[in-house]
């Protein structure tokens, strides 16, 4: 056995140049260790007389503090250096732009019924909802269609196997138009509401989708008129458009929930293999489109909603939201909008940030 100070020395030399937890971890098993030579040192020390003990065990304990302080501080070190180079590795370059992500878009639907609720919210109108699933009552009957009414069969109904509590018909909603009626039965008049939603009938075309969009326009008040109804959608399309020139046409009609009913048209010409609304329809290279139907609320309806017609009186419209923004975004096959395609959502879809306002304008892309 060599001399306990030089053993100690090649130690601690051998501790500075462990450059791995790994190999410090053996210096410390080598001499602080259950084997190691200073824990067999010290246990010799219990075999020695007195005299020898105290001759020989400050050489040994002192070695043991200094190995085992020279340990603690490598280890300390190797760790911080591990951490740094951790940190390094594992930088973020927090500037660097996010393209890489992956990006949603919002759908043209849910645009357009961002930009409909701006507008008409201008106009002092409130956002109404409604079930999906209907009963026969609000869907037909309170609009005046009874049980023999032809305009039902109209409407290529989805119709439920099972019947309400009170024995009607369960369907699912082919209009929004019982928005109207829940709405004055919930809030009474005067009311100034639109209801924007989904809308189900059994047809299928390049034209026609079992599920598409309405938006539904209800004012109740004193004193209100055809004039007012043709004011506020050409108002709401002069801002929807953006252009100054839209001419609508009111044309005679008929709905059984209002009267006198009209159907709307819009002028537009063709530009470019193009339908662009705008200009008088009986203009040159000009015609009619038909966008809505709309009229004076039926005295009826108000009836069977609960209001007095000799007191109220009002207008309701009906448009259909797929139409609209086909026409105001250039999109020509309704069927696209609901095949959930990514790569027309990311030509036709709008970014989450791309808030429609009446100050940016409604139709602002991004
Ligand atoms: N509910 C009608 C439909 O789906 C559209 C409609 C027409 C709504 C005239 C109205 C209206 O509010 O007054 O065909």
Same mark, same amino acid.
């Given at each position: 056995?060599?001399?306990?100070?030089?053993?100690?020395?090649?130690?601690?030399?051998?501790?500075?140049?462990?450059?791995?937890?790994?190999?410090?971890?053996?210096?410390?098993?080598?001499?602080?260790?259950?084997?190691?030579?200073?824990?067999?040192?010290?246990?010799?020390?219990?075999?020695?007389?007195?005299?020898?003990?105290?001759?020989?065990?400050?050489?040994?304990?002192?070695? =043991?503090?200094?190995?085992?302080?020279?340990?603690?501080?490598?280890?300390?070190?190797?760790?911080?250096?591990?951490?740094?180079?951790?940190?390094?590795?594992?930088?973020?370059?927090?500037?660097?732009?996010?393209?890489?992500?992956?990006?949603?878009?919002?759908?043209?639907?849910?645009?357009?019924?961002?930009?409909?609720?701006?507008?008409?919210?201008?106009?002092?109108?409130?956002?109404?909802?409604?079930?999906?699933?209907?009963?026969?009552?609000?869907?037909?009957?309170?609009?005046?269609?009874?049980?023999?009414?032809?305009?039902?069969?109209?409407?290529?109904?989805?119709?439920?196997?099972?019947?309400?509590?009170?024995?009607?018909?369960?369907?699912?909603?082919?209009?929004?138009?019982?928005?109207?009626?829940?709405?004055?039965?919930?809030?009474?008049?005067?009311?100034?509401?639109?209801?924007?939603?989904?809308?189900?009938?059994?047809?299928?075309?390049?034209?026609?989708?079992?599920?598409?969009?309405?938006?539904?326009?209800?004012?109740?008040?004193?004193?209100?008129?055809?004039?007012?109804?043709?004011?506020?959608?050409?108002?709401?399309?002069?801002?929807?458009?953006?252009?100054?020139?839209?001419?609508?046409?009111?044309?005679?009609?008929?709905?059984?929930?209002?009267?006198?009913?009209?159907?709307?048209?819009?002028?537009?010409?063709?530009?470019?293999?193009?339908?662009?609304?705008?200009?008088?329809?009986?203009?040159?290279?000009?015609?009619?489109?038909?966008?809505?139907?709309?009229?004076?609320?039926?005295?009826?309806?108000?009836?069977?909603?609960?209001?007095?017609?000799?007191?109220?009186?009002?207008?309701?419209?009906?448009?259909?939201?797929?139409?609209?923004?086909?026409?105001?975004?250039?999109?020509?096959?309704? =069927?696209?909008?609901?095949?959930?395609?990514?790569?027309?959502?990311?030509?036709?879809?709008?970014?989450?940030?791309?808030?429609?306002?009446?100050?940016?304008?409604?139709?602002? =892309?991004?």
């Amino acid at each position: 056995m060599t001399d306990i100070p030089s053993q100690t020395e090649a130690a601690l030399a051998a501790i500075a140049a462990s450059a791995t937890l790994d190999a410090l971890e053996a210096q410390r098993l080598e001499t602080l260790g259950k084997k190691g030579w200073v824990s067999l040192a010290l246990k010799t020390l219990g075999g020695m007389n007195p005299e020898e003990r105290t001759a020989a065990a400050p050489a040994i304990q002192s070695a =043991r503090a200094a190995i085992a302080e020279a340990l603690d501080a490598k280890k300390a070190a190797l760790e911080a250096a591990a951490l740094e180079e951790q940190l390094a590795r594992e930088t973020i370059d927090l500037t660097l732009p996010a393209q890489a992500a992956p990006k949603g878009s919002v759908h043209p639907v849910s645009q357009v019924m961002d930009e409909l609720a701006e507008i008409f919210a201008d106009l002092g109108f409130a956002v109404a909802t409604g079930p999906e699933i209907e009963d026969d009552w609000h869907n037909f009957t309170a609009l005046n269609m009874d049980e023999t009414h032809p305009a039902r069969a109209m409407h290529d109904t989805f119709y439920f196997p099972d019947k309400t509590a009170e024995g009607k018909d369960v369907l699912l909603r082919t209009h929004t138009s019982p928005v109207q009626i829940r709405s004055m039965l919930d809030q009474g008049a005067p009311i100034r509401i639109i209801a924007p939603g989904r809308v189900y009938r059994s047809d299928s075309d390049a034209t026609h989708t079992p599920m598409f969009h309405q938006v539904e326009g209800l004012v109740i008040d004193k004193d209100i008129h055809l004039g007012h109804l043709k004011w506020t959608l050409e108002t709401f399309f002069k801002a929807f458009f953006e252009r100054e020139d839209i001419v609508l046409r009111l044309r005679p009609s008929y709905f059984p929930f209002t009267e006198p009913s009209v159907e709307v048209d819009v002028g537009y010409s063709n530009e470019g293999g193009r339908r662009v609304v705008g200009g008088h329809g009986d203009a040159p290279g000009h015609a009619w489109m038909e966008i809505g139907g709309s009229g004076m609320v039926n005295a009826r309806v108000l009836e069977f909603a609960g209001l007095d017609p000799a007191e109220w009186q009002g207008f309701a419209f009906g448009l259909g939201i797929d139409r609209i923004a086909m026409l105001k975004y250039g999109m020509n096959d309704l =069927r696209a909008f609901f095949d959930g395609d990514p790569r027309w959502l990311a030509h036709y879809g709008f970014s989450p940030f791309d808030q429609p306002t009446l100050s940016a304008g409604v139709g602002a =892309r991004a």
